[in-house]
């Protein structure tokens, strides 16, 4: 067993590493046997082992800030004394000068010479632990070069022109935390991806083209922008990576912000909250980006970045390597060179040194016929006979294996040259077939086999099968010679079917021939004729050009005989100047057309002086028209000045005559106004002076009441006296008829309880007496108020009457002061008429519900109830309700749906606000369709 100084610092702190499935011990023995017979001493894999040794134990040291020192820096912790030391004794080195290199660095100015100044610049906690780390990557690394050179060197063979290698690259990486390492690996298959596309997809297709064998075009996901953005030279992530490693204070964040400051709206680079995990879109704009690789988006944390991709050796540090007292650790550090630049930093990029090897990788890889084995992660468990289907279709399409797949549906991956084809197969033919055309003979081969035209195809220089039907074709060529010999009559038969067909189209092409000469000779007549027509055009091309352009002024004409027609003055003589100017312009077509020597310039004089000849004209027509087209537009102004001032003062006297209707509407309702309250005083008056005559009324109804009884109780005696004596007594109801008749009715001059309907009213609509007119009118709402009386008494009390003729409000108001009209009337004067026109309106509130039972509630809605009184009663009356069309009603057609309330008893004169205007009502009136009111006659 270990001792704890003896092992890792992983190793004591999380335990060593054990599989079931492996034995360290036996696979130790292995190791160390295979290097053996690889020819390694055994003290060369002793020192193999002390190395690797060594760089454990170097990663158990660990370094503190040195609180001692007043130039800051660092220094090893007391616990890691001892790994230390450990390191130092494998390692052949001396103690202090190990520690003294892992917490300082050299540094050397030019100043002074070519030696220059030597300087130690401590170090700090995190620069000590890159140096401790660097250090161990380069003895490792250095180690792992040695033993693979070792391997190559123990091959025996001494030439490489033909090998075969075999590539096995790490899968596409991502997890929850993303780093350098995964970027790499990433990167590198982008590469290789690229190369997959490249080569079969890409330059398959292409020889498709070139051989012309017309097979539909796959499409493909070309990934070069996403390389372009890793390693491109110019602002690429590796470049930026490496710039940033270079400045005095390195940065990630500044590293990640530049980067996305570089490649802003790119594609393939995101910001790291665009990820569709919650982790990542916690990660801030300067920790991290996303790229979107072939196979999908990875987000990377660039907190790392910058250390794992220094790959530098402080010079103090290997220098003490190299002074290592460990001859096989002096072989590893041989070739490497101090100062290799002076004057710059001496930085190793492990970016940089990545993608040159991969280049490398990737020169091999093109200059040799490649085959690519796809491997498939069957399921995320990592357990076996579980197929997850849609993981593996994910993984085919994004690997391109969906679009390699769907070229070799409809391609033809098997192909060999015509001259091949040739050549394996002429031994086993006759000589008479041997010496065919090597394209000739495979069509004719091809076609004795039997071979189906859809299982291969033929290019420019090459033949291509279908999957599997070369072999087919091949199995059939070395089959028995009875076979053969059936073929070979096939080919032969095929041979001379083709020498026939093209004996009978060279036969076909002999008389296409001799019918196009026959052709271009009847069509030698057509080509002279448009070769004269050509010379005449050219002749005769002056003269009908300027007819034309000529002909081309005679719209101007047109134009000018309209204008001339459109102008008052002098219009005869603007006619006559258009008419002559017609008259020039035929004149000169006709001396053109006849005058064949005419030149062209001349044409050009007689055109220019047409042309000058009409502008003048035209532009004296267009100034006199536009002169009288001032003088009408002026006109025209005036008298729409004119009409707009007339509109003003209408407007002005409309306003004028508005504000005198509006002071007279105000006069009127103030009038309204004062009328109603004094009304109202004359009212509190009355029933104020009537009280006492109340009190005597209800003295003498009393006494009334007691005569009454009386009688009665006198009535009943006699009545049975006689019985007794069989006489006659007078009935009691002839008192009580006459004392109710004397109160209800008052003193007038005519008598009218006994007239018919009829001819109450005939007498209103013919008579001609005032007072005979009026007390018509009076004892015809007497009656229609006995009616109501009536009516309103013996109906059912269940329903509610929805045609009211009065709203409630104005039936209260008379009820109430029905005991005072009741004497009022007792006393009155004979009844005066009048004939004053007054107009209400109040609103009143009804159930929406056509019945109702007493005392529950119910819908109620918002109406207005408009009245003309024409003296005392309603001349017309309107009902406008909300839910329903208004109600109109005139007096002497509609009496029995109407008030029968006289203007008093309906007390609507002492009502605040119930009074309108005329204009009012007959507004409303007239709106809901009501005809005008004309007065009677009488009453006028």
Not at 397 to 409: A, F, R, Y
Not at 436 to 458: M, T, W, Y
């Amino acid at each position: 067993m270990l001792e704890n100084d003896q092992k890792s610092k992983l190793q004591n702190k999380q335990g060593g590493l054990k599989d079931p499935m492996l034995d360290d011990v036996k696979g130790f023995s292995t190791m160390d046997e295979a290097l053996s017979r690889l020819g390694l001493s055994s003290k060369e894999r002793c020192d193999i082992y002390t190395i690797v040794a060594a760089v454990l134990h170097l990663g158990n040291i660990e370094f503190e800030e040195n609180t001692e020192s007043t130039k800051g820096g660092c220094k090893v912790t007391e616990q890691t004394e001892c790994s230390l030391s450990v390191v130092a004794k494998l390692l052949s080195v001396d103690v202090d000068e190990l520690r003294q290199a892992l917490i300082t660095k050299v540094m050397m100015t030019n100043r002074g010479g070519l030696k220059g100044t030597v300087i130690m610049v401590p170090l700090k906690q995190y620069e000590a632990n890159n140096a401790r780390d660097a250090l161990a990557k380069a003895i490792y690394g250095k180690l792992f070069d040695n033993i693979v050179h070792r391997i190559n060197s123990s091959i025996p063979s001494k030439a490489s022109n033909y090998y075969i290698g075999v590539l096995d690259i790490a899968g596409f990486e991502y997890f929850t935390v993303n780093s350098f390492e995964q970027f790499c690996i990433n990167y590198c298959n982008e590469k290789l991806q690229q190369f997959f596309n490249e080569r079969i997809l890409k330059e398959e297709q292409m020889l498709y083209e070139r051989e012309g064998l017309a097979v539909r075009k796959i499409e493909f996901v070309d990934n070069q922008d996403c390389i372009d953005l890793i390693e491109s030279k110019n602002g690429g992530i590796f470049n930026l990576l490496d710039e940033e490693s270079k400045l005095p204070k390195q940065s990630s964040e500044h590293f990640t912000t530049e980067v996305h400051k570089r490649w802003q709206g790119h594609f393939r680079l995101a910001l790291a909250r665009a990820s569709r995990l919650k982790a990542h879109r916690e990660i801030r704009d300067d920790e991290g980006f996303m790229v979107r690789h072939f196979a999908g988006a990875v987000c990377y944390q660039t907190s790392q970045f910058i250390d794992k991709n220094n790959d530098a050796l402080h010079a103090n540090l290997e220098g003490l390597v190299q002074e290592s007292n460990n001859p096989f650790l002096q072989s590893l550090f041989a070739t490497s060179t101090l100062c290799a630049n002076k004057g710059k930093l001496n930085f190793i990029s492990v970016g940089s040194k990545f993608k040159s090897q991969l280049a490398e990788l990737m020169e091999k890889l093109r200059s040799t016929g490649t085959n690519f084995v796809r491997c498939i992660k069957p399921n995320d468990k990592m357990v076996d006979h579980l197929i997850d289907g849609g993981s593996i279709l994910s993984q085919l399409q994004c690997s391109g294996m969906t679009s390699v797949l769907e070229l070799m549906q409809q391609g033809f991956p098997s192909r060999a040259p015509f001259q091949q084809l040739y050549d394996m197969y002429k031994q086993r033919l006759p000589p008479k077939l041997a010496r065919l055309d090597p394209r000739i003979f495979s069509k004719a081969l091809f076609r004795a086999v039997g071979v189906n035209e859809g299982d291969f195809k033929f290019g420019v220089s090459k033949v291509f099968f279908r999957p599997g039907k070369f072999a087919e074709f091949d199995a059939i060529m070395h089959s028995d010679p009875e076979n053969l010999k059936q073929m070979i009559e096939k080919v032969q038969k095929y041979l001379t079917t083709l020498h026939w067909k093209q004996s009978q189209w060279c036969a076909l092409s002999v008389i296409k021939l001799k019918n196009k000469i026959l052709y271009r000779q009847a069509n030698l007549i057509i080509i002279q004729k448009n070769v004269r027509m050509h010379l005449s055009k050219i002749k005769h091309r002056p003269r009908y050009m300027g007819i034309k352009k000529i002909k081309s002024l005679k719209t101007i004409l047109n134009e000018m005989e309209t204008l001339a027609g459109q102008i008052k003055k002098d219009n005869a003589l603007c006619v006559s100047d258009a008419q002559n100017l017609r008259i020039e312009f035929d004149l000169a077509i006709k001396k053109i057309r006849n005058n064949e020597n005419i030149k062209a310039a001349e044409i050009n004089n007689i055109y220019n002086s047409l042309v000058k000849e009409a502008n003048s004209q035209m532009e004296s027509l267009r100034q006199k028209a536009n002169a009288e087209k001032s003088a009408e537009a002026e006109k025209q102004r005036l008298a729409k000045l004119q009409k707009e001032m007339e509109i003003v003062k209408a407007i002005k006297n409309k306003e004028e005559h508005a504000k005198l209707e509006d002071e007279q509407i105000k006069k009127q309702k103030i009038e309204i106004e004062l009328r109603r309250k004094a009304e109202e005083e004359i009212h509190k008056n009355d029933i104020f002076l009537s009280k006492e005559e109340i009190d005597k009324a209800a003295l003498a109804e009393a006494k009334f009441r007691e005569q009454m009884e009386q009688e009665r109780r006198d009535h009943e005696l006699a009545l049975r006296l006689a019985q007794e004596t069989n006489s006659f007594v007078e009935d009691i109801s002839n008192t009580y008829t006459k004392r109710s008749t004397n109160l209800e009715q008052p003193s007038s001059k005519y008598d009218l309880s006994k007239w018919k309907y009829s001819e109450l009213r005939d007498t209103i609509n013919t008579s001609c007496d005032i007072e005979l007119l009026e007390a018509c009118r009076v004892e015809f709402h007497r009656r229609l108020k006995v009616y109501h009386a009536w009516k309103a008494k013996n109906k059912k009390r269940t329903y509610m009457d929805d045609n009211e003729r009065v709203p409630r409000s104005i039936m209260d108001t008379a009820n109430q002061s029905k005991g005072i009209k009741h004497y009022q009337n007792a006393k009155a004067q004979p009844i005066i008429p009048t004939s004053s026109q007054r107009y209400f309106r109040i609103p009143f509130v009804r159930s929406s519900t056509p019945t109702r039972i007493p005392g529950s509630g119910g819908d109620q809605h918002r109406g207005w109830w408009y009245a003309h009184f024409d003296g005392q009663y309603v001349a017309r009356q309107m009902e406008l309700h909300p839910d329903k069309p208004a109600i109109l009603l005139n007096a002497g057609k509609d009496d029995m749906q109407m008030c029968e309330l006289s203007l008093d008893e309906t007390g609507l004169t002492r009502k605040r606000g119930a009074e309108i205007l005329e204009n009012d009502f007959n507004k409303e009136w007239e709106k809901h369709g009501g005809n005008t009111y004309t007065r009677n006659n009488v009453n006028n």
